[in-house]
C-alpha cells in the first residue's frame, strides 16, 4: 500500500484499542487513538482521515452520535462499526445512517484489514465518474449502467452489488459478507443464503442477456468471486 491511510479508531478497550493500532500499522496504515467521543471528535478536527473504526459503546455517550456528526460533515469518510454480539440494533441503526460496514467482536484482525481495504477501495472508485472493468461501465454518482454502451437497468441492491464485486475483483466473498454489505434496514436485515443467491442469479442474468461475461462465480460452501482475467 503506497498512500498512508489514515485510521481513526474509537475504542476505550485499551488492550483491543492497542493491538488494533498495532495490526493496522503493520498492514501499512497510519492509526491514530481516540478512547472516547470527546478525543474523537478533536482528532477529527485535526487531521484528515480516510476511515474511522468506531466502538459503539463509549464512556462519554453513544457512538451512533458520531456517524450522525460525521455524515452531516458530507465529508467522504469510510465507517466501520466494531460492536458487541448484542449490539443488534445499535449495528443495524448504524447502517442506516450510512456505515459502511461492521464487526461483531472479538475478531480477526486479517477480516478487519480485508474490511478496511475493500472500503478503502470502495470509496475511491466513488470518487470516479466512471469505472470500467471490460465491457461493463459503471457511473456510480448516477448508479448508471452501460454493458457494450448500452444502458442495463439495475435496482439499487444489484447496482450496490456490482460495486462491490468491482472493488473487490478476483477475491472470493462468503454468502455473510455480501449478506451484510446488502442490509440496510430491520426490513431486510440478515439477508438469507437464498436471499443473496436470488439478487446475484438476477444481476447475472442482467449481465448476461445484455451480451456481457459470465463475471460473477459461485465458489461452492463458501460465497461468490468477480472473475476478472
Same mark, same amino acid.
Given at each position: 500500500m503506497l498512500k498512508k491511510y489514515n485510521i481513526l479508531v474509537v475504542e476505550d478497550e485499551s488492550e483491543l484499542a492497542k493491538s488494533t493500532i498495532?495490526?493496522?500499522? &503493520? +498492514?501499512?496504515?497510519?492509526?491514530?487513538?481516540?478512547?472516547?467521543?470527546?478525543?474523537?471528535? @478533536?482528532?477529527? @478536527?485535526? =487531521? @484528515?482521515?480516510?476511515?474511522?473504526?468506531l466502538d459503539l459503546g463509549l464512556p462519554d455517550g453513544d457512538g451512533i452520535s458520531l456517524i450522525k456528526e460525521i455524515k452531516n460533515t458530507k465529508i &467522504? *469518510?469510510?465507517?466501520?462499526?466494531?460492536?458487541? @454480539?448484542?449490539?443488534? &440494533?445499535?449495528?443495524?441503526?448504524?447502517? &442506516?445512517?450510512?456505515?459502511?460496514?461492521?464487526? $461483531?467482536?472479538?475478531? #480477526? #484482525?486479517? =477480516?478487519? +484489514?480485508a474490511r478496511l481495504k475493500s472500503v478503502i477501495r470502495r470509496l475511491n472508485l466513488e470518487e470516479n465518474q466512471q469505472l470500467t472493468i471490460n465491457e461493463i461501465t459503471l457511473f456510480p454518482k448516477e448508479m448508471?449502467?452501460?454493458?457494450h454502451g448500452k444502458i442495463v437497468e439495475l435496482t439499487g441492491k444489484e447496482f450496490g452489488l456490482l460495486l462491490y464485486f468491482f472493488s473487490n475483483p478476483n477475491r472470493v466473498i462468503s454468502k455473510t459478507t455480501l449478506g451484510e454489505f446488502m442490509s440496510s434496514s430491520y426490513a431486510d436485515y440478515g439477508f438469507t443464503d437464498d436471499v443473496v443467491? $436470488?439478487? *446475484?442469479?438476477n444481476l447475472k442474468k442482467k449481465? $448476461? +442477456?445484455?451480451?456481457?461475461?459470465?463475471?460473477?462465480? +459461485?465458489?461452492?460452501?463458501?460465497?461468490?468471486?468477480? $472473475?476478472?482475467a
Amino acid at each position: 500500500m503506497l498512500k498512508k491511510y489514515n485510521i481513526l479508531v474509537v475504542e476505550d478497550e485499551s488492550e483491543l484499542a492497542k493491538s488494533t493500532i498495532s495490526s493496522l500499522s &503493520e +498492514n501499512g496504515f497510519s492509526p491514530f487513538h481516540a478512547k472516547d467521543l470527546k478525543s474523537a471528535r @478533536k482528532l477529527l @478536527k485535526q =487531521e @484528515k482521515f480516510t476511515a474511522v473504526l468506531l466502538d459503539l459503546g463509549l464512556p462519554d455517550g453513544d457512538g451512533i452520535s458520531l456517524i450522525k456528526e460525521i455524515k452531516n460533515t458530507k465529508i &467522504e *469518510i469510510g465507517l466501520i462499526i466494531l460492536s458487541a @454480539k448484542d449490539a443488534l &440494533e445499535k449495528k443495524v441503526q448504524g447502517l &442506516e445512517l450510512g456505515a459502511d460496514d461492521y464487526l $461483531t467482536k472479538p475478531f #480477526f #484482525f486479517s =477480516e478487519l +484489514n480485508a474490511r478496511l481495504k475493500s472500503v478503502i477501495r470502495r470509496l475511491n472508485l466513488e470518487e470516479n465518474q466512471q469505472l470500467t472493468i471490460n465491457e461493463i461501465t459503471l457511473f456510480p454518482k448516477e448508479m448508471r449502467t452501460l454493458i457494450h454502451g448500452k444502458i442495463v437497468e439495475l435496482t439499487g441492491k444489484e447496482f450496490g452489488l456490482l460495486l462491490y464485486f468491482f472493488s473487490n475483483p478476483n477475491r472470493v466473498i462468503s454468502k455473510t459478507t455480501l449478506g451484510e454489505f446488502m442490509s440496510s434496514s430491520y426490513a431486510d436485515y440478515g439477508f438469507t443464503d437464498d436471499v443473496v443467491y $436470488t439478487h *446475484i442469479k438476477n444481476l447475472k442474468k442482467k449481465i $448476461t +442477456n445484455s451480451g456481457g461475461d459470465d463475471y460473477i462465480k +459461485n465458489v461452492y460452501g463458501v460465497g461468490y468471486k468477480f $472473475t476478472v482475467a
